[in-house]
């Protein structure tokens, strides 16, 4: 049985969009890794500027707690 050109040149076609499209996957994958490989840095330095804040946080309540016992038991008048 002879083969069939048209048959050949649809499959081919078919292969060819395959391909291109199999391609376009790849690279749309390879944008989107590394999107999220820049949005995981970012976490990761978000990350780090709220911990330096809570410590931030933390050392001026201290201090606030210290002048506050420091006042207690001052008069308001002894200035």
């Excluded at 994958?29 to 330095?45: C, E, H, M, P, Y």
Aim: avoid cysteine.
């Amino acid at each position: 049985m002879p083969e069939d050109p048209i048959a050949h040149s649809e499959l081919a076609a078919l292969t060819r969009r395959f391909e291109e499209v199999a391609a376009q996957h790849d690279r749309e994958f390879g944008i989107i890794k590394s999107d999220l490989t820049a949005v995981r840095l970012q976490i990761g330095n978000l990350d780090q500027k709220v911990e330096a804040l809570d410590k931030k946080i933390d050392r001026n309540q201290a201090q606030i707690i210290e002048l506050l016992t420091q006042l207690v038991g001052q008069r308001p008048d002894a200035g």
